[in-house]
């Protein structure tokens, strides 16, 4: 069990053993900076009440190629923490769907995440 849990994101339950609980994360670990760089990625901007300014504008329906630099910008405005080196591609099945990849640095340690948009 983490020493400073967090609720990992996406918010999710494990069941093992004939028990259920929360997913958790360590304050401060590559899990929980993943998980805070991906709330920010997938919250759209005015969805919180309380800091409706939060996230980032949602790529999905964007016409032309989604600003990577401004993307990071934008993430790193909420998270200091993350050294976020995005990339792009084209996908090999449907060339209109553009593949963004964020590879995520916080020290010496290192997560990966991939999502169409």
Do not use: Y
């Not at 409706?52 to 405005?77: C, T, Y």
């Not at 976020?84 to 340690?109: C, N, P, Y």
């Amino acid at each position: 069990m983490p020493e400073i849990p967090h609720f990992a994101f996406p918010f999710r339950f494990i069941s093992a053993g004939g028990r259920t609980w929360a997913a958790e994360t360590e304050q401060g670990s590559a899990d929980e900076l993943f998980d805070c760089v991906h709330a920010i990625i997938r919250t759209q901007p005015g969805t919180r009440i309380e800091n409706p300014d939060f996230g980032v504008d949602h790529q999905e329906f964007h016409m032309g190629d989604v600003n990577l630099q401004q993307l990071q910008a934008e993430v790193l405005e909420w998270e200091p923490r993350a050294n976020v080196v995005f990339s792009s591609r084209i996908d090999e099945i449907d060339e209109l769907i553009q593949v963004i990849g964020a590879d995520i640095h916080a020290g010496k340690t290192t997560s990966g995440m991939e999502n169409e948009v």
